[in-house]
């Protein structure tokens, strides 16, 4: 075996996905563990230019080209590959330009690459506990500084109705009493997260069950299919809060389906709205590592979340139904946050899921 085969078999052995480009940016190896990344075999890919083989290989591309030029390691933090209809892959890679080795090709450069999908997934959540924090602090100092006018406005008005003489008047002054009463009721739903949970036992399937039912009697002409895995475990929680968090995702779901504009031929698809529950091991929520979580999924074949709202979903007062108070959301992030769980989605035309993941506590 030549030298330059004892440091390929090496690379073998990596657990780091390891690629060998030669001086035309072909590659000429790829380890088992680049293999198994981007599902490609080391011999169909070998003679390969790289970016044939990668979709969106710009940046790749340029760190390879930065590397050689200045003959330095280079590491590029933030890298989007695409490969035999695999991906995209969130990575890291670092670029390393190599001398003539035995057989190894000259100006060959050894490419690593790191999955960051896991240290994405976990900024992305820790944004999201700040941004929830920060709504609850938010929503709990406004909804204070709007409740105590209100009483006056309307004790005010009550004591006008007395003293006004013509009837006509009674009108106005009911509309000033109703309003007051409609913006104390959003008050007091603002303020509703804030009450701590008063944990239990809770059988999430129990939990999903009530909020099936709820659904079915509120909306006709939609399906709820349950795809349950029976063996999860209890988790401590408030089952009332659990209930409300996910009858608001599965009402939003729900609304999104039946706000669906009919096919060209008049006939209607039935919505579907399917409840999911999976067993998730090894996740971190909260800043908190769990050897088991509780995965809920509500997938829905509704038209989609819009592009602009995505990124503003989960704050308050923000909706995209006409008529919707934009709190729904908000009050399930929080009600989550409160049992140290997560609420995230993705959505395109046609499916869109809401993934639920609740810690389970194993004394």
């Known amino acids: 075996m030549t030298m330059a085969a004892h440091a390929l078999y090496g690379l073998d052995l990596l657990a780091t996905a390891v690629m060998l480009i030669d001086e035309h940016e072909r590659v000429h190896y790829m380890n088992p563990a680049a293999e198994n990344l981007f599902g490609l075999s080391s011999r169909n890919a070998e ?25 330095c390691s280079y590491l590029e933090h933030d890298l989007t590959l695409s490969a035999n209809g695999h ?14 080795y035995g057989d190894l090709p000259a100006g060959a450069c050894l490419i690593e690459f790191r999955q960051i999908e896991q240290q994405l997934k976990i900024a992305r959540e820790e944004r999201m506990l700040d941004q929830s924090q920060a ?9 204070h500084e709007i409740k105590n006018p209100l009483g006056g406005i309307r004790g005010a008005a009550q004591l006008l109705d007395r003293e006004l003489e013509r009837p006509g008047l ?21 303020l509703t997260p804030h009450r701590l949970p008063q944990p239990s036992q809770v059988n999430i399937h129990e939990v999903l ?17 349950r795809d349950y895995d029976t063996s999860l475990p209890a988790i401590e929680g408030d089952r009332e809060q659990l209930i409300q968090a996910t009858l608001n995702i599965a009402r939003n779901a729900a ?29 971190t929520l909260a ?37 919707g108070s934009g709190l729904g ?35």
């Open 255 to 283: 609304q999104a389906i039946t706000s669906q504009v009919p096919a060209r031929d008049g006939t209607e698809k039935p919505g579907e709205i399917r409840l999911m529950t999976r067993i998730a091991r090894q996740v």
């Open 135 to 143: 709504n609850r602090e938010l929503i709990r100092n406004l909804a």
């Open 329 to 363: 959301l908000t009050l399930a992030q929080n009600f989550i946050s409160q049992h140290h769980g997560t609420i995230t989605f993705e959505s395109t035309p046609g499916r869109t899921c809401f993934s639920i993941l609740l810690p389970v506590n194993e004394g």
């Open 287 to 323: 800043r908190k590592r769990y050897r088991h979580a509780i995965d809920v999924r509500i997938v829905d074949d509704g038209p989609g979340i819009p592009e602009p709202l995505r990124e503003r979903i989960f704050y308050p007062l923000v909706s995209g139904r006409e008529g």
């Open 209 to 225: 069950e009530r909020v099936r039912s709820v659904i079915l009697a509120e909306f006709t002409g939609i399906s709820v299919r």
């Open 170 to 190: 009674h009108e106005y002054t009911q509309v000033i009493m109703k309003e007051a009463d409609r913006l104390q009721l959003l008050m007091d739903r603002l």
């Open 87 to 100: 991906g995209p892959f969130h990575l890291s890679c670092t670029v390393t330009p190599i001398e003539s």
């Open 47 to 71: 003679g390969t230019p790289i970016e044939s083989l990668f979709t969106s290989s710009e940046v790749l591309g340029a760190a390879i080209g930065y590397a050689r030029d200045n003959n």
